[in-house]
C-alpha cells in the first residue's frame, strides 16, 4: 500500500504533468487561430479557381486535355495508383494519424483488389514514418521531412511528378486523402480524385460572354496544373489546422483526467491520513487505560 509520502510525490508529478498539456493546449489554440485565417483565405482562392475551371466545363479544350481525360493505358504491366497521403508531423492529438492510416490501408487494400498497383506518397512525418515499413510501394518525395515545411514551392514540385507520370500512362490514376477541418471539433479524413482532374457537370452561366486571352488551350492547360498543385496545398492547411484543433482537444481532455486523477488521489491520502491518526488515537486511549487498570 502507498505511504502518504509516495501519494504526495504522485499529486506533484500530476501537477507538473497538468501545467504541461495546459500550455500545449493554449498554444494549439494559438496556432488554430492563425491556421483557420489563412485557410479562409485559401479557401476565397480554392473557390476562384474552381470558378475559373467551371468556364471550360463541356468544351473541346476540356474533352481533349490531357489532365481531364484517363491515363493512356500500358501495353504491358497492371495499371498503377497513387494515394498522396497527408499526415500530422507530431502525435499527441488524439486519434487524427491513426484514422487516417486505417483509411489510406483500406484504400490501398481496395485498390490492390480492383488489380491496381498501389503506392503511397506520404506528406508529413508520422506517414512516412508508418509507410517505411509496410509492404506498400512508397514513393519519396519532399514531403517526407514534414508538412510544417512544405509550402507551395514544393507542393507544385510533387504535383508535376504525378502530372508527367499520369500523361505518360506510368500513373492511371491519382487520389488525395487528408483531414478536413470543419470546426474546432469536427474534422474527418477524406479521399478525393486528384488525377484525372474532375470535369464540371455545367458550364457557368453567363461565361460565354467572357473573353479568354492569348488562348483558351494555354489558359485552362496552366488553370488544370495549378488546380492539381493547390488542390494538394489546400488539402495540407486543411489537414494542418484540423490537425491543431485534434491537439487542443486532446490536450483539454487530457488536463481533465489529470484533475480527476489529483482529485482521486488526493482523497485516497486524506483518508490514509486519517486512518494513520485514528490509530494513533486508539494506542494513545489504550494505553492510558492500561495505566489506570
Known amino acids: 500500500m502507498a505511504s502518504i509520502k509516495d501519494l504526495n510525490r504522485k499529486i506533484q508529478s500530476l501537477k507538473s504533468m497538468r501545467k504541461i498539456t495546459r500550455a500545449m493546449k493554449m498554444i494549439s489554440a494559438t496556432k488554430l487561430r492563425k491556421a483557420q485565417d489563412k485557410l479562409v483565405e485559401s479557401n476565397k482562392y480554392k473557390h476562384a479557381l474552381d470558378e475559373m475551371i467551371s468556364l471550360f466545363a463541356g468544351t473541346p479544350q476540356e474533352r481533349e486535355h490531357p489532365l481531364f481525360r484517363n491515363a493512356v493505358k500500358l501495353e504491358s504491366g497492371e495499371p498503377k495508383s497513387v494515394l498522396v497521403l497527408i499526415t500530422a508531423d507530431r502525435g499527441l492529438c488524439g486519434s487524427f494519424n491513426g484514422a487516417l492510416f486505417r483509411e489510406a490501408d483500406a484504400y490501398l487494400r481496395k485498390k490492390k483488389e480492383e488489380g491496381f498497383v498501389p503506392a503511397v506518397i506520404t506528406i508529413g512525418k508520422k506517414g512516412h514514418e508508418y509507410y517505411k515499413s509496410k509492404s506498400w510501394e512508397k514513393i519519396s518525395t519532399s514531403g517526407d521531412a514534414g508538412i510544417q515545411s512544405f509550402d507551395f514551392s514544393k507542393t507544385e514540385n510533387v504535383a508535376m511528378k504525378l502530372m508527367a507520370d499520369y500523361t ?116 494513545i486511549v489504550s494505553g492510558a487505560e492500561s495505566i489506570k487498570g
Open 168 to 283: 505518360s500512362g506510368t500513373v492511371q490514376e491519382v487520389a488525395l486523402m487528408y483531414t478536413e477541418f470543419r470546426s474546432a471539433i469536427s474534422f474527418v479524413p477524406q479521399t478525393v480524385g486528384l488525377l484525372p482532374v474532375a470535369s464540371k457537370n455545367e458550364k457557368k452561366s453567363g461565361s460565354g460572354a467572357i473573353l479568354i486571352e492569348p488562348d483558351e488551350d494555354i489558359v485552362l492547360d496552366k488553370l488544370a496544373k495549378r488546380a492539381v498543385s493547390y488542390t494538394i496545398f489546400h488539402a495540407c492547411q486543411q489537414s494542418s489546422t484540423a490537425e491543431h484543433a485534434a491537439r487542443m482537444s486532446a490536450m483539454d481532455s487530457a488536463t481533465r483526467n489529470t484533475n480527476d486523477l489529483i482529485d482521486s488521489t488526493t482523497l485516497q491520502k486524506n483518508k490514509l491520513r486519517q486512518a494513520v491518526i485514528t490509530r494513533e488515537l486508539v494506542e
